[in-house]
């Protein structure tokens, strides 16, 4: 049944959603419509917070890290300032985020998603998404979704994203460039915010025992409901082995970004994913921008971690994300 909200969000750009799922939102900017959809492609769908301009020229896709709270992150933090620059953004949670949890709220940002769920049972599921049980290889395309439905709306599109953000974007630009090789000419560049997209040489000293240890606790199953550990660290080491295998398939203009949390003392280095990551990409890539951020910084006592890029400035993002903008040189610094 096709709601007041769909009918709304369906006058303002005509893109495939699930109807019961678009809910009109009081967004951060009046003259910004503000929506929660889930985005449909043929084979997979994609849920998240939806900001469009009137304007249908420039959009930002982001994909957050594991277990998804980049895009809270970015809502509170940098969202103002990219909608100011006149940007559209979509923000992505993952299939398999718990809805009605202790930590939910937090994951989604978004109490009228929990709302809709509880009051009207629409898919008898717990969890965002269509399906009762999501994995890794889920997560990898959800960026993919995003691109078929949105990209074929604006001019000059960027794709962002922290942590295995990066790697699904990389991994779905990939697939996307070898199926709808026109459309994909729209996207200019991807920007790596601590992003784990290098090569694995070995299980003990990589992401990959990183990965598989976070994956198999309590801690991460109160978040999302992503399958069997082990299985999940397959598929991840599989798009690692991927991504930089396929690196040529990448057309040649879109530039690459690369920022990471490598400071100066103990606690300003990203205590998740090596800050090399980033240098194997370049190599295999054959090009790129690698920015070393050393105004991170991490406490042990209060939770807070470098690697969540916390210290990242609006303005600095925007920055990054702009066309315009081209580091001076391949490896810069900010300070």
Not at 295 to 324: F, I, N, P, Q
């Amino acid at each position: 049944m096709e709601t007041k909200d769909y009918q709304e969000l369906h006058n303002l750009i005509k893109i495939s959603v699930e109807p019961n799922f678009v809910i009109r939102l009081v967004g951060p900017n009046p003259s910004i419509k503000s929506f929660w959809v889930m985005l449909k492609s043929k084979t997979s769908v994609v849920e998240g917070k939806l900001f469009l301009q009137n304007s249908r020229t420039k959009l930002v896709i982001f994909e957050p890290g594991f277990p998804g709270g980049g895009s809270t992150q970015f809502e509170k933090l940098w969202l103002r300032k990219t909608l100011e620059k006149g940007y559209s953004v979509f923000l992505a949670r993952h299939g398999g985020t718990i809805i009605n949890g202790k930590f939910s709220s937090r994951y989604l940002n978004c109490p009228e998603r929990q709302e809709l769920e509880i009051a009207n049972r629409v898919n008898g599921l717990s969890v965002l998404g269509n399906k009762k049980e999501y994995n890794i290889a889920d997560w990898l395309i959800e960026p993919l979704t995003a691109m078929k439905i949105l990209v074929p709306h604006f001019s000059d599109v960027v794709l962002c994203g922290h942590s295995f953000g990066p790697l699904a974007l990389i991994y779905s630009l990939i697939r996307f460039v070898e199926e709808e090789p026109r459309l994909s000419r729209k996207i200019y560049r991807v920007v790596s915010l601590s992003g784990s997209i290098g090569k694995i040489r070995s299980y003990d000293n990589s992401i990959l025992k990183v990965w598989q240890d976070h994956l198999n606790t309590e801690w991460a199953r109160e978040r999302v409901q992503v399958g069997d550990h082990k299985r999940n660290t397959d598929i991840f080491e599989e798009a690692h082995k991927a991504v930089n295998d396929n690196v040529s398939i990448i057309p040649k203009d879109v530039t690459l970004i690369a920022v990471v949390p490598y400071g100066d003392t103990e606690n300003s280095i990203d205590e998740i994913v090596n800050p090399m990551e980033s240098i194997d990409f370049i190599n295999s890539l054959g090009r790129g921008y690698f920015i070393v951020d050393k105004t991170e910084w991490g406490d042990k006592k209060t939770g807070r971690m470098t690697h969540d890029m916390e210290a990242l400035t609006s303005d600095t993002l925007v920055k990054l994300l702009s066309k315009d903008w081209i580091p001076e040189s391949r490896i810069t610094t900010i300070e």
